[in-house]
Each structure stands twice: as C-alpha cells, then as structure tokens.
C-alpha cells in the first residue's frame, strides 16, 4: 500500500469479527454461499485529521465513513440473526487503521465486565466478559494474521495468527484502545498502526 496516495482502502477477502458476530448480509438465509463471507468488502476512508482514541464518537473523522452493520452470528447460533445490532466505522492515515464499534445492547445494565491481565482468553474474554474484536489477515494468505480485542472492563487481547489453531499470546505490539459507554451499550476505538503488520511499501492491503 502507498499510503500517502491513497483516499480509500478496499478490505477482501475476509471478515470483520466482533463479539460472537461475523460481517455479511442479512438476507443470507436466503442464498448463503461461504464465499459472500470472503469477497465481502469494507472501504476505509482516509481522514484528514486522526482520531482522538477515547471511545467516543465524535471526531470529525467518523462523520464520513460509511457505517458497517450487516453482522449474523457466529456463536453461539451459527448465521442467525444477531439478538444486539453492531455497527463498525473504518477510516485511516499515513501512520494507522482506525475502527470505531458500537455494541449495541437492549439492557446495558447488564453488560459483562471482568477485570483480569491483559491476553487472559478465558477468563476476561470468552464467555466471561463482554468483548469486541478485530482479526486482520494482511497478507491475505488465509493463514497468517492479527487478533487485536478489547473487553467491557478495557482490558486488551492481542495474539499472532498462524494456520489454523496456532496462536502467539506473547505478541505485544503498541497500539491503543479505548471503551465508552452509554444508554444504548458501549463503544470502542481502535489505533492500529500499520508498523505492527509487517507489509512491505506498495503491498496492497488484504482481509479484515
């Protein structure tokens, strides 16, 4: 990727996962085909100004992207409908990948929120806790990749991805986070430098 030429970033070839939610299209029941989770595609647009990582929505940044919100389920009930609505908002810069998540949630009273270290899967994350995340593969190689997580207490989960079930919690790259919440859920904004990735200068960008 040449970022200081580009207005947009087209993501393929993967999905945007979420809490128990994968990126697709409503009416999938439908015609559901695996690749429509592949080939679905999500554009980025570059911000003139970098947001403030606060877990607030109100940078001028996130006025201009177009809102994400074709989620299904992943767990626990594979391709329903999703119970909560998720909205998701991807804009970048020269330096990093910004992703801004509204967790929906009917009785926020009730959100989950366990306090543990950070990359501590099962008991901060999992079904313990409330969580948002995001998995990039941007190799697009469908092997490699970045697992990058936040939980409702704001304690982060980052791991390296490789195959199918190899995973590397002792990867601790820099990047930011940061959880709000309000009468209709919480929220979290995402940093992601694209230094953590490892992709050489003209290499076009791949799956999120």
Known sequence: MNSNSNSCL???????????????KTD??????????RLKKVD?????????????????CWETTRPVDEFFQNE????????????ARVCFDNEALYIFIEAF?????NIKKTLVRRDRWMDGFANNSDWVGVT???KNDDYNGYFFAVNASGVI?????????????TWNPVWDVDIAFNDSGWTAEFKLPF????????QAWSGV
Request: charged content about 20%; proline content about 7%.
């Open 157 to 169: 989960m980052d791991v390296a991805l490789s195959g199918e079930w190899d995973y590397d919690p």
């Open 44 to 60: 980025a647009q570059r911000c003139d100004e970098a947001p403030i990582i606060d877990g607030y929505i109100t940078d001028s």
């Open 195 to 202: 230094a953590v990735f490892q992709f050489e200068i003209n």
């Open 105 to 109: 949630d009917s009785q926020p009273e």
């Open 136 to 138: 990039i593969d941007s």
């Open 28 to 37: 999938y029941l439908k015609n559901f085909h695996p690749d429509s989770l």
């Open 76 to 87: 626990p009930k594979e391709l329903s409908v999703p119970s909560e609505n998720t909205v």
């Open 10 to 24: 087209t993501f393929t070839a993967a999905v945007l996962l979420f809490h128990g939610l994968i990126l697709g």
